[in-house]
Structure formats: structure tokens, C-alpha cells
């Protein structure tokens, strides 16, 4: 069990009438708290929670439209989405009860102050290294728009300009990634066919590989769902078409691809996660047609190339500058 999980479950008597759990774990806290349902932006967790509870858990950037009495916001990460979310649920909730459960760790102190646009917080608990908070909604806010809060930011390529949008929460927001920028130097010669951007964020890569390979059919997959969406902004705003999969891992791409790009992901929550990419390491071959390319770029640090060359073939370093490495590797 998730300690936040623990905590919420030491004070389950709060709890009365239909509660949203927002961001929850894919634990077994539906499973104890009969009354509640789900709420998940991550692709991964919303897949595991509907395998346990059918029907129980809603996946999306915006709270499910069925009423609920009270809200549990597992806090996320970003501050930028803790706000949105906050606000997109004190909405839902005039004169009732919004709780925010996290880790110390991960901020849980600081993002409380936050609780206190909408009334008075107040610590309920706190144990598991995890902080439980409350705050009766005395000032409903109106609720937000998502796409406004998208940030805007304009690339100057070498064949034109390219819109990027990015909302709360999603990877780099509001910035081209130092790792993103080199790779986007090194998108030439790919093999033609079906593309994918794996783990695509704000859609930046997957963008730029269908404006300069108009022909090719080109997927972009991202296990969370703000991304998922930036992405479809981003492809609307230069008008290119692309299909965009909510996906958790490789596991989820198409296969018989011609080429798979990526920034992958090493980075989740406040704990570092390799997974999705080793994952992607040792899985990709099983997803790319023979003769199709794997191109990504990661920290030099990260002992990649050994797991490229034993699941996929040699690995070549197209170019390595500040502390960032372009490998690339084809499928036999
Ligand atoms: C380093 S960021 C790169 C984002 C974007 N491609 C860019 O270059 O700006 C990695 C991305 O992988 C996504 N990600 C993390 N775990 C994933 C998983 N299991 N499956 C798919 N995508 C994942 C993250 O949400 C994040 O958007």
C-alpha cells in the first residue's frame, strides 16, 4: 500500500459520501474506501485501476462530470498542475471538503499554503513521512481553463517556425529541453515508414518529424495525460496531423515501425524511474520493422549502450555535446 494510501486510511471516518480520489496509486484504496472513485492522468495507473475496480477510475486532464461530495488530491509533483488541480476541483466543491495528501518529500508543506486560497487549511494528519491536509471551500473558485494555462513558445528551425504548447506539470514546460534541442539536430537520414515519438511530452520531436517527413505516418505516446494533450495542441497549432496514444510504456506503441525517437524518461514523481526506459531498451527491436532505427538522446552518464547493443544491435554515437549523448542503433 501506498503510504499516502496508509494515511488517508487512518482517517477513513472523515470520509463520508461519494469521494474523488485524485492521482491516486494503483493500490488498493478502492478497495477499502467502497464510497470513492477515481480520478488518474497517468495512462499506467488509470490501466491497472480499471483492471482491479472496472469502471471505478476516470482517466483525463479534467475531474470526471459525475457529482462527489468530497475530493483527496494526491499532490503532484509540479506546483503549476498542484494548482491547476486544486482549483479545478475547489470548483466541484463550494462549502465542502478538499483534502491534499503527499509525501514531505515532496513538498507536501510548502504546497499546502496553496489549500489556502479556498479557505483555512488544516493538517490532519501527518505519518509515513506523508502529511494529510484539509480545507473547508469557502471561496469557490470558477473553474479553470486548461488551455489557457498552456504555455507558448515559438522555435526558430531551420525549416521555419514551430509552435510549441505545453500545460502544467508536462516535461519542460515552457522550454525546449537541452537533450530535445540536440536530438531535433540529429533528425536526418531516418529510415522512411512509421514513426513514433515514445514519451513525446509537449510533442515537440514527434512535431518536427512530421513537418520533415510529410509522407511518413508519424505516432506520438506519452503515459500522461497533460502531455498527451500538448502534444494535440502543438501538432494543431503548426497544423500537422499525427495520432497521439495515452500509453504506458513500449508495451503500448505500434508495431512493424520504421523508427523510434525519443527523449526517454528517467524521471516520475520525486523518485527516479528507469523502468520505462530499459524497458524501451530492451523492448524496442520487438516494435521496429527489420532494417528500423532506434535514435535517442540521454545523459552521458546513463549506461545505456550496453542494453542497446544486447537487445537491438551495435550502438553508434552520432554526437555527444554538453553532457548529452545521441545514440542510434538498428534492428537486425
Ligand atoms: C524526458 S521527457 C521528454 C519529453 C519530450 N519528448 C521532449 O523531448 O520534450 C520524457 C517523457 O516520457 C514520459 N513518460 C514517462 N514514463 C512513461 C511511460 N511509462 N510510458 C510513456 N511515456 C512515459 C513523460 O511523461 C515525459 O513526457
Not at 177 to 201: N, Q, V, Y
Request: proline content about 6%.
Amino acid at each position: 500500500m501506498d503510504p499516502r494510501s496508509e494515511v488517508l486510511l487512518r482517517q477513513a471516518e472523515l470520509f463520508q459520501g461519494d469521494l474523488l480520489l485524485a492521482g491516486l496509486p494503483a493500490d488498493d484504496l478502492l478497495g477499502q474506501l467502497p464510497q470513492a472513485s477515481g480520478w488518474s492522468w497517468h495512462a499506467g495507473e488509470q490501466q491497472a485501476l480499471q483492471t482491479r475496480f472496472a469502471g471505478r477510475s476516470q482517466f483525463g486532464t479534467r475531474p470526471p462530470e459525475h457529482a462527489f461530495a468530497s475530493a483527496v488530491l494526491f499532490l503532484p509533483k509540479s506546483r503549476e498542475l498542484a494548482d491547476y488541480l486544486l482549483q479545478a476541483l475547489a470548483a466541484r466543491l463550494p462549502g465542502r471538503e478538499l483534502y491534499l495528501v503527499g509525501e514531505k518529500r515532496g513538498g507536501i508543506e510548502r504546497a499546502a499554503k496553496q489549500l489556502a486560497a479556498y479557505g483555512q487549511p488544516r493538517k490532519l494528519d501527518s505519518a509515513r513521512h506523508c502529511q494529510l491536509w484539509q480545507v473547508t471551500v469557502d471561496n469557490a473558485p470558477a473553474a479553470p481553463d486548461l488551455h489557457a494555462q498552456a504555455r507558448r513558445y515559438e522555435l526558430q528551425l531551420s525549416d521555419g517556425l514551430l509552435q510549441v504548447l505545453s500545460l502544467p506539470g508536462v516535461f519542460s514546460h515552457g522550454r525546449l529541453d537541452r537533450g530535445t534541442a540536440l536530438l531535433l539536430e540529429r533528425l536526418d537520414g531516418l529510415p522512411s515508414g512509421h514513426l513514433l515519438d515514445f514519451g513525446c511530452g509537449a510533442g515537440v520531436l514527434g512535431a518536427v518529424l512530421k513537418r520533415r517527413y510529410p509522407q511518413s505516418r508519424v505516432s506520438l505516446l506519452d503515459v500522461d495525460a497533460f502531455a498527451v494533450e500538448s502534444s494535440r495542441l502543438t501538432l494543431a497549432a503548426n497544423d500537422l496531423e499525427a495520432e497521439v496514444i495515452a500509453g504506458d510504456g513500449i508495451d503500448a506503441a505500434p508495431s512493424q515501425l520504421a523508427a523510434i525517437l525519443s527523449n526517454p524518461p528517467f524521471h516520475s514523481g520525486v523518485h527516479t524511474d528507469y523502468q520505462a526506459s530499459e524497458q524501451l531498451l530492451r523492448q524496442a527491436a520487438q516494435h521496429l520493422q527489420p532494417g528500423g532505427e532506434l535514435r535517442l538522446v540521454a545523459n552521458s552518464f546513463l549506461k545505456y549502450p550496453p542494453l542497446i547493443e544486447r537487445h537491438l544491435g551495435p550502438c553508434q554515437t552520432l554526437s555527444e555535446d554538453e553532457g548529452f549523448r545521441i545514440y542510434r542503433a538498428i534492428c537486425s
